[in-house]
């Protein structure tokens, strides 16, 4: 059974961190690039990060960059998304999802396999 699950979110203060993990199952993860969506209530879904399969180069959507971290390990079939600096503007839900590449733009509609989400709420 193909599966992606997400963990790692919570409740953080402004500055703090948190660390994401998405585990994989069902599927030959290292052929796949595996990016993190996130969407706040009443928003669109938005591409955060992706990781490329084989070399495993990375992209960051602007307002995360210098901040998140995306990484994997395909030993463990885990993708990690570290958030450093976390904003209010970072809450969300955060989905993990896989798709072939991770294309020019992040875009919802090419990611084949999606988990359930976890929510990250940054807040004083």
């Known amino acids: 059974q193909l599966q992606l699950v997400e963990s790692g979110g919570g409740l953080v203060q402004p500055g703090g961190s948190l660390r994401l993990s998405c585990v994989a199952s069902?599927?030959?993860?290292?052929?796949?690039?595996i990016g993190w969506f996130r969407q706040a209530p009443g928003q669109e879904r938005e591409g955060v990060s992706c990781i490329s399969y084989g070399t495993g180069g990375s992209k960051y959507v602007d307002s995360v960059k210098g901040r998140f971290t995306i990484s994997r390990d395909n030993a463990e079939n885990t993708v990690y998304l570290q958030m450093n600096s976390l904003k209010p503007e970072d809450t969300a839900v955060y989905y993990c999802?896989?798709?072939?590449?991770?294309?020019?733009?992040?875009?919802?509609?090419?990611?084949?396999?999606w988990g359930q989400g976890t929510q990250v709420t940054v807040s004083s």
């Open positions: 069902g599927f030959t993860f290292d052929y796949y690039a």
């Open positions: 999802a896989a798709s072939g590449s991770c294309g020019s733009i992040m875009r919802a509609n090419d990611y084949d396999y």
